[in-house]
């Protein structure tokens, strides 16, 4: 039975995501404004960065383009993210409200509903903005590119979103605990997204060994980064450490599964 639910997600997600779709496009001139009101506000980012580096050459070890290299991949993975399953933030209102309870009767895993709840395709600016930067940022930085290298890049893409992915699933676990705990998760996200566009090194060694290992946010586009671009990693590690983004991905995935699984077990209807 969990074998069948599973193959049926993807197309119970793909209904509930067009379904929103067709709402955001029934006013097609608001949605217009909207998405590039989302593309501006998130490339006010990198205009901080083009900022800094009118009185700078290199930052942290990284020159301009490799500075767009760093910003593209750190907004191109919470984009995608963000698009697929950051609605799974608005948990915590849904159980407030009772509108849990209604989920967990409908043929549809309450997981799915929850990633796909007010789909939101305006979401689609950061991406977009981050694709045109990154695009920047690898004509500009003159790495000898092979098929092998934009594979790499590719799967550093979607393991970057993955571990995005699994952070909003655990800060989505966690409100079953906390219910008004959203903040605590955009911390994570957002936060997230704020510290890996710029290069590791500038913090300390302590920021750099906890997201490394204990939220591994390194992984998401700075390893690669290092990597792709044959520069040394932090903390003595192995140069070829960007390598291992996807198992993370994998771990975290797997962290986030049991840790939703858990939170789903651990709820109690509000009896509304």
């Known amino acids: 039975m969990g074998e069948i639910s599973l193959r049926k997600a993807p197309g119970q997600y793909w209904m509930l995501v067009l379904m929103w779709i067709r709402s955001s496009l029934a006013y097609p001139a608001s949605f217009v404004l909207m998405l590039i009101g989302s593309a501006l506000i998130t490339v006010t980012d990198f205009v901080a960065v083009l900022i800094m580096f009118s009185h700078l050459e290199s930052f942290g070890g990284f020159g301009l383009g490799e500075m767009a290299l760093l910003y593209g991949t750190a ?24 509108d849990l309870d209604v989920w967990l009767v409908r043929p549809v895993p309450a997981f799915v ?21 990154l695009g920047l940022g690898i004509g ?13 890049l590719v799967v550093s893409l979607l393991s970057g979103a993955v571990i995005f992915g699994a952070i909003f699933v655990l800060g989505g676990a966690f409100q079953f605990v906390s ?5 605590v998760t955009n911390s ?9 566009q710029y290069p590791l090194a500038i913090f300390g060694k302590e920021i750099v ?17 290092l ?6 990693a932090p903390l003595g590690l192995p140069s ?25 077990r651990r709820y109690r209807s509000t009896g509304s």
């Not at 500009?140 to 790499?152: E, M, Q, S, Y």
């Open 179 to 183: 219910i008004d705990s959203a903040e």
């Open 240 to 264: 070829w450490i960007g390598l291992l983004a996807p198992v993370v991905a994998a771990v975290m995935t797997g962290i986030a599964a049991l840790a939703w699984r858990g939170g789903l």
């Open 140 to 152: 500009a930085v003159g790495i000898d590119w092979t098929v092998l290298k934009v594979v790499f």
């Open 75 to 98: 907004s191109m993975t919470l984009g995608i993210a963000d698009l697929i399953t950051g609605s799974i933030e608005r948990i915590g209102q849904r159980i407030r409200s009772g």
């Open 227 to 232: 990597y792709l671009l044959g520069k040394p």
């Open 188 to 196: 994570f996200t957002y936060g997230g997204q704020q510290l890996t």
């Open 113 to 133: 509903q929850a990633i796909a709840d007010n789909f939101a395709l305006r979401r689609l600016g950061r991406p977009l903005q981050a694709g045109l930067i």
């Open 209 to 225: 060994r906890a997201v490394t290992f204990v939220v591994p946010l390194a992984f998401v586009n700075y390893y690669p980064v």
